[in-house]
């Protein structure tokens, strides 16, 4: 997806759109109720809550976004701090 991103706004930001994307990490849902990440295991010690990645996506379709395109916004609570 990462590269789709990327490719997509290589070709679509001289068009005036800009395209980018949301890498979430563990969201709590009904699909994952039965899920076998331990949620203590992540740094903040629990899923996201789905409107926290809504959240992020709402930001991109304001004008406080206007000039970033590209780019992937990830959204795991930190899951991939090194």
């Known amino acids: 997806m990462h590269n789709i991103v ?3 706004s290589r070709r679509a930001v001289g068009r005036g759109v800009m395209v980018n994307g949301v890498a979430p990490g563990p969201v709590r849902t009904a699909m994952t109720a039965q899920s076998t990440v331990n949620a203590e295991q992540l740094p903040t010690g629990r899923m996201a809550e789905p409107d926290e990645i809504a959240w992020t ?3 991109l ?3 406080a976004a206007s000039y970033l ?3 992937i916004v990830d959204v795991n609570g930190g899951a ?3």
Do not use: K, M, Y
Request: include cysteine.
């Open 57 to 59: 996506i709402a930001f």
């Open 69 to 71: 395109s590209g780019a």
């Open 61 to 63: 379709c304001t004008p």
């Open 80 to 82: 991939l701090v090194g």
């Open 6 to 8: 990327r490719w997509l």
